[in-house]
């Protein structure tokens, strides 16, 4: 039993799945409580010296997925000169980790403006994540007219999750669009390029097949603090404006680490 915390709870690894070798899901199952699509837990382990190392993770199932299973899923890449993610990959099912007690996090269905009826959902590499559970909210199909899902990776083989992203083509049909953005590769219906880069260039807008409108569309930006910052400069440049609670704009982000 690994030793407890303040303000973290034991979790057991439930399953895991390894995408490329350093790219993989793992899911931890234990009581933990309630949260939003889109909200992230930290996740922690003890090392050498007994330091508590923790980090963000956004959970990738939806609730319901949690309220059947008890168990939460996050996708999580392996960096050689981290801390904890390199321990987060030794896991194997039945191993012991700590997780916080209470879910954070505002990049949620709910901090969308209500005039919004298109929804841009931009990211790089593992911040997928979070939307994939955003994407599982019964009400987005009523809410939103067009929904377009942007990844960019590096190589094809980090575009993870293919048959959920298949899963949301059945159940949206026209009303969404997948994006892939990859950098060292050259793939077939994929976009090359950096995310910032093809917003201002219009190459995104013209792959998605429709032109934002400030009147109502929304742009969440989740990933490195790097396409979170560029990207929020193109978006000004193109006449998009920062959301804040005390005056609705059309984008808003949340950096990845």
Known sequence: MIKPYAGFISGKVADKFDWTERLFS???????????????????LYDEQGELIRRAYSIVNHPNDFEQTNELEFLIIADATGQLSPRLQQLQIGDDILIS???????????????????????????????????????ISQRFEKIILVNATRTQAEQSYPEKIQEFKA????????????????VR???????????????????????????????????????????????????FTKHLRRKPGQFSSENYW
């Open 26 to 44: 793992l899911r931890i199952r234990g009581m933990f409580s309630p949260y939003i699509a889109g909200q992230f837990v930290k996740l922690a």
């Open 101 to 139: 007690d209470t879910a954070a996090g505002f990049m949620t269905l709910d901090e969308i403006p209500h005039a919004a009826s298109e929804l841009w959902l931009l990211s790089t590499g593992t911040a997928i994540g979070p939307y994939l559970a955003m994407l599982d909210q019964p009400e």
């Open 171 to 186: 159940k949206f049909g026209a009303r969404f669009t997948y994006v892939p953005v990859i950098s060292r590769e050259s």
């Open 189 to 239: 219906g994929a976009l090359s390029g950096r995310i910032p880069l093809l917003l201002e260039s219009g190459s995104l807008f013209q792959a998605a097949g429709c032109q934002p409108d400030s009147s109502s569309c929304f742009f969440y930006l989740c990933g490195n603090p790097a396409m979170v910052k560029e990207s929020s400069e193109s978006l000004n440049k193109l006449g």
